[in-house]
């Protein structure tokens, strides 16, 4: 069964062009030209990544992503001609995976849809069945058979970027791991911007794993190093 993919954009060339290299990848494509429209189409389809621009009428890329989000874990790539960190970072914490600025390149794209594709897949379902094989450590448990977090025995709504910084510091608990270092191993690639990157990330972790995710118990900064996950 081919992957599908869902192109977002309301100029109806890029969402042209866009879907030839994925068809040409051999993904299935879906397309949508505004943020409503996208949202229809995830209600009624099986979408495996969105790839999204920003500026775009009746709803822009980020609301949509965020409502989305409350229901789907799928990658999400925001695509837009925002260069600035601050504006990826906007998109990083409003639920997005990763953040391409036009004008792209065709094969960094692809690499970046092939390698978050890789990633959901093996991951697998948030709610799959849980097994025997788990890390405990106070209020968390990770299974690692099945990539799943629980928080009080709740299964934590990770999107698959964050499940698998989770198991990285999960399976490492106690050891403090830099921003660059958790970039290459989750990213696949050298770090560039690391440090804004992985810290959207991070606070997204403990806005839905610590009880007061201002004063966290578990996901430590180690200032001037790194993050760890604390040993209870």
Known sequence: MM?????????KEIVKAIALLLEKEGYDVLKAYDGMEALEIVAEKSVQLIII??????????S??????????IPIIVLSAKSEDTDKV??????ADDYVTKPYYAAELMARVKSHLRRYTSLGDINAFISTSNIMNGRLRF???EHILYVDEEPAKLTATET?????????IGRVFPAE?????IWNEEAYAAENTVMVHIRRIREKIELNPKEPEYLKVV???GYKIEKK
Do not use: F, T
């Open 3 to 11: 992957e599908c993919v869902l192109v977002v954009d309301d100029d």
């Open 53 to 62: 621009d920003v500026m775009m009428p009746k709803l822009d890329g980020l």
């Open 64 to 73: 949509a992503v965020m409502k989305i989000r409350e229901k789907k874990n």
């Open 90 to 95: 906007l998109g990083l914490s409003m639920g």
């Open 143 to 145: 299974n690692k058979e």
């Open 164 to 172: 698998r910084i989770v198991e990285l510091l999960m399976c490492n």
């Open 181 to 185: 270092e958790i970039y290459r191993r």
């Open 223 to 225: 200032w001037g190093i």
